[in-house]
C-alpha cells in the first residue's frame, strides 16, 4: 500500500510570491491534515480537510489556504510568502471511519522562502 | 488550550539498553488521546503508539511501552533493547476525543526529544 506522498519535495520562493504545495494520501483515506514545522516553533497544525469541506483550523493568517479535491488530494496554498514561512510543511491522511485518531504522514514539502 | 512538555531535548542510550523519554500534558479534557510519533532523519514521521484516557492499561507495541499517569498528566515512552534505527526524534502529541470544538481532529505536539542510539 503507498503511503502518504507529497510533492515537490523542495521548493524555493521569493518573499511575497505564491507557494502550492501538494499531497495525495493513502488510497481510502478521506482526510487530509497540514501541519507547518518551523525551526524554533515545532510541529503546529495548519488545516484538516475531510470529504471536501475545511473541519478545522490552526492560528494561521488567511493568506494560508488550501482545499481538498473530489479524489481526496489536496493542496495547500501559501500566499505573500514570508521569510518566516520556510519550514517542513507535513500532510497526513487518516479514515473517514477512525475519526481524526490515526494520522499517517508523508515525507514532507520542505519550503525555503529567500 | 492544550499543552505538551518534552523536558528532554536530547538523550542517548547504548544498543540492547532501556531508555524512556518524558512527556507531560496539560488539559482540561476528559476524553482524549496520547501519542508518540518517531521522526527519523530526513525520514517520515511514523506513529509508534497510542493511548486512550480511558483506558486504564498501559499501551504496548513491541518494543515500545507506555508509562500512563492520568492524574499526574504523564504519558512516558519505554523503548526497550534499543537498536541503531531507533535513532530518531520523539515527539509526544495531544488530541481531543470528542468531536467538535477549535481542537478536534488537530495533533498538538511537544518539543521533541532527539534520541541517538549508540553501537
Request: charged share 20%; glycine share 8%.
Given at each position: 500500500?503507498?503511503?502518504?506522498?507529497?510533492?515537490?519535495?523542495?521548493?524555493?520562493?521569493?518573499?511575497?510570491?505564491?507557494?502550492?504545495?501538494?499531497?495525495?494520501?493513502?488510497?481510502?483515506?478521506?482526510?487530509?491534515?497540514?501541519?507547518?514545522?518551523?525551526?524554533?516553533?515545532?510541529?503546529?497544525?495548519?488545516?484538516?480537510?475531510?470529504?471536501?469541506?475545511?473541519?478545522?483550523?490552526?492560528?494561521?493568517?488567511?493568506?494560508?489556504?488550501?482545499?481538498?479535491?473530489?479524489?481526496?488530494?489536496?493542496?495547500?496554498?501559501?500566499?505573500?510568502?514570508?521569510?518566516?514561512?520556510?519550514?517542513?510543511?507535513?500532510?497526513?491522511?487518516?479514515?473517514?471511519?477512525?475519526?481524526?485518531?490515526?494520522?499517517?504522514?508523508?515525507?514532507?514539502?520542505?519550503?525555503?522562502?529567500? | 488550550?492544550?499543552?505538551?512538555?518534552?523536558?528532554?531535548?536530547?538523550?542517548?542510550?547504548?544498543e540492547a539498553e532501556t531508555v524512556t523519554l518524558s512527556c507531560t500534558y496539560d488539559?482540561?479534557?476528559?476524553?482524549?488521546?496520547?501519542?508518540?510519533?518517531?521522526?527519523?532523519?530526513?525520514?517520515?514521521?511514523?506513529?509508534?503508539?497510542?493511548?486512550?484516557?480511558?483506558?486504564?492499561?498501559?499501551?504496548?507495541?513491541?518494543?515500545?511501552?507506555?508509562?500512563?499517569?492520568?492524574?499526574?498528566?504523564?504519558?512516558?515512552?519505554?523503548?526497550?533493547?534499543?537498536?541503531?534505527?531507533?535513532?530518531?526524534?520523539?515527539?509526544?502529541?495531544?488530541?481531543?476525543?470528542?468531536?467538535?470544538?477549535?481542537?478536534?481532529?488537530?495533533?498538538?505536539?511537544?518539543?521533541?526529544?532527539?534520541?541517538?542510539?549508540?553501537?
Amino acid at each position: 500500500e503507498a503511503g502518504v506522498t507529497q510533492s515537490p519535495t523542495h521548493l524555493i520562493k521569493t518573499r511575497g510570491q505564491q507557494a502550492t504545495l501538494r499531497c495525495s494520501p493513502i488510497s481510502g483515506h478521506t482526510s487530509v491534515y497540514w501541519y507547518q514545522q518551523a525551526l524554533g516553533l515545532g510541529l503546529q497544525f495548519l488545516l484538516w480537510y475531510d470529504e471536501g469541506e475545511e473541519r478545522n483550523r490552526g492560528n494561521f493568517p488567511p493568506r494560508f489556504s488550501g482545499r481538498q479535491f473530489p479524489n481526496y488530494s489536496s493542496e495547500l496554498n501559501v500566499n505573500a510568502l514570508e521569510l518566516e514561512d520556510s519550514a517542513l510543511y507535513l500532510c497526513a491522511s487518516s479514515y473517514r471511519d477512525r475519526g481524526p485518531f490515526e494520522q499517517y504522514f508523508g515525507p514532507g514539502t520542505r519550503l525555503t522562502v529567500t | 488550550a492544550q499543552t505538551v512538555t518534552q523536558s528532554q531535548p536530547e538523550m542517548s542510550v547504548q544498543e540492547a539498553e532501556t531508555v524512556t523519554l518524558s512527556c507531560t500534558y496539560d488539559t482540561s479534557e476528559s476524553n482524549y488521546y496520547l501519542f508518540w510519533y518517531k521522526q527519523p532523519p530526513s525520514r517520515q514521521m511514523i506513529l509508534v503508539i497510542r493511548q486512550e484516557a480511558y483506558k486504564q492499561q498501559n499501551a504496548t507495541e513491541n518494543r515500545f511501552s507506555v508509562n500512563f499517569q492520568k492524574a499526574a498528566k504523564s504519558f512516558s515512552l519505554k523503548i526497550s533493547d534499543s537498536q541503531l534505527g531507533d535513532t530518531a526524534m520523539y515527539f509526544c502529541a495531544f488530541m481531543k476525543g470528542e468531536a467538535g470544538g477549535t481542537s478536534y481532529g488537530k495533533l498538538t505536539f511537544g518539543q521533541g526529544t532527539i534520541l541517538t542510539v549508540h553501537p
